[in-house]
């Protein structure tokens, strides 16, 4: 009689879904699943393409649907064992997310926040310090949160400061952040010099703090957060420590990048993160893998 295989766990991805230019859902659905884990997403919105760079895009808004959806899989009885949201169009959907986690958590549901809205020391089009504020208060709910360097001094309420970022500068951000998230704040987006860039991560309870740097390369990555906060989320769903989750996702991201740098692919068209997968997914083996079990 073949062995039982345990029950998957389940991760609901709260997210935009942009047809054409890798990010939001349509890099957190294979991403998470590449992890192992079940995807479910509540889409925010649906755009042809993201909004950077591209013009003409068209848009349409979901947060109508977002409580529904939530509401309806409450009835069902589905479980999450946790709850991703990145992009929001609106403070109005940071609300909205707020009482889906109300909604649709259990006591063991990690809520992960990927607060984006601001990028080099400026607030993506169509924001300003009503998102910041929505999200402070979002981010209070979770247990993770993953801002860039932007966002972090954004919601800690300091100034930008551009690159290269001392490390006096990222104790501060940390300093500023240390009531926004319950467990762990990701600082992305880091550049300590020239030519590298990281994440810092620190441990809010004991105030340890690790990181991990790769080489820069020349430009803008677009979805470059999304993969790497998708990634965390899932693995940490999983139960990965955070050590080794951090690894893993940078290092998806890493290869990811290098594919599109080789490859040539234009920027505003996402990462080419499919041929990094296969990599990715056997080092997520090698992380759960446990007593000769295998990790699928």
């Not at 607030?123 to 209070?140: K, V």
């Not at 991990?212 to 940490?236: H, K, N, Q, R, T």
């Not at 940078?250 to 920027?267: A, F, M, W």
């Amino acid at each position: 009689m073949e062995k039982k295989l345990p029950k998957l766990k389940r991760l609901c991805a709260v997210n935009d879904i942009s047809g054409f230019g890798k990010c939001s859902l349509t890099v957190a659905l294979p991403v998470v699943s590449a992890t192992g884990v079940e995807c479910a997403c509540i889409p925010t919105a649906l755009l042809s393409t993201h909004t950077g760079e591209f013009t003409g895009w068209t848009r349409c808004d979901l947060t109508d649907q977002m409580l529904p959806i939530a509401r309806h899989w409450a009835r069902l009885g589905i479980d999450f064992d946790g709850i991703y949201s990145g992009y929001l169009a609106s403070p109005e959907q940071a609300l909205a997310v707020e009482e889906l986690i109300g909604t649709i958590a259990g006591p063991e549901t990690l809520v992960i926040v990927d607060p984006a809205m601001a990028d080099n020391g400026e607030f993506y089009a169509g924001f300003d310090e009503s998102m910041a504020e929505a999200f402070r208060r979002l981010c209070a709910r979770a247990d993770i949160i993953t801002p860039n360097v932007t966002e972090a001094a954004m919601l800690a309420g300091l100034d930008y400061e551009p690159p290269p970022h001392s490390l006096d500068y990222i104790k501060r951000l940390f300093c500023g952040l240390e009531d926004r998230a319950r467990q762990y704040v990701a600082i992305t987006g880091v550049h300590p010099a020239d030519g590298v860039i990281a994440t810092y991560l620190r441990d809010c309870s004991t105030g340890e703090t690790t990181g991990s740097l790769s080489e820069a390369l020349p430009g803008m990555f677009y979805g470059a957060g999304d993969i790497l906060s998708s990634a965390l989320a899932a693995l940490l769903v999983r139960g990965a420590h955070i050590s080794e989750a951090l690894d893993a996702a940078s290092s998806l991201v890493r290869e990811s990048i290098r594919r599109t740098y080789r490859r040539g692919t234009p920027r505003p068209y996402g990462l080419d993160f499919e041929g990094a997968l296969p990599e990715y997914m056997r080092r997520v083996e090698h992380i759960f893998i446990r007593e000769g079990e295998t990790a699928w």
